[in-house]
């Protein structure tokens, strides 16, 4: 059975920093991209960064660039948080589109980050 189980997400202050995990079983995930993606109620999922198979390309959302680091190990470094980084991170592996949910083929259950400020 596969199984994306995310953890990290707490309660931080505006400026302050979290690294969310993703930990992997049940497959082999060779060639699949490794991408986080948040929701907040009553808006679509967004994707957040994602990450090669190999790890040697990685890709941002605008809005998070130069705050968050994606890594293909599983770990993603947010710094400089935000309120409006206030969401539910999913981490999902997938094939298409990177920055497409419906890329996605496994999802985990989410991790709540609240930024307070």
């Known amino acids: 059975q596969v199984r994306l189980v995310e953890s990290g997400g707490e309660e931080v202050q505006a400026g302050g920093s979290l690294r969310l995990s993703c930990a992997a079983s049940?497959?082999?995930?060779?060639?699949?991209?490794m991408g986080w993606f948040r929701q907040t109620p009553g808006k679509e999922r967004e994707f957040v960064a994602a990450v090669s198979w190999s790890g040697s390309t990685t890709y941002y959302a605008d809005s998070v660039k130069g705050r968050f680091t994606i890594s293909r190990d599983g770990y993603l470094q947010m710094n400089s948080l935000k309120p409006e980084d206030t969401a539910v991170y999913y981490c999902?592996?997938?094939?298409?589109?990177?920055?497409?949910?419906?890329?996605?083929?496994?999802w985990g259950q989410g991790t709540q980050v609240t930024v307070s400020s």
């Open positions: 999902a592996m997938g094939t298409g589109v990177i920055n497409r949910p419906r890329a996605y083929e496994y």
């Open positions: 049940g497959r082999t995930f060779s060639g699949y991209v």
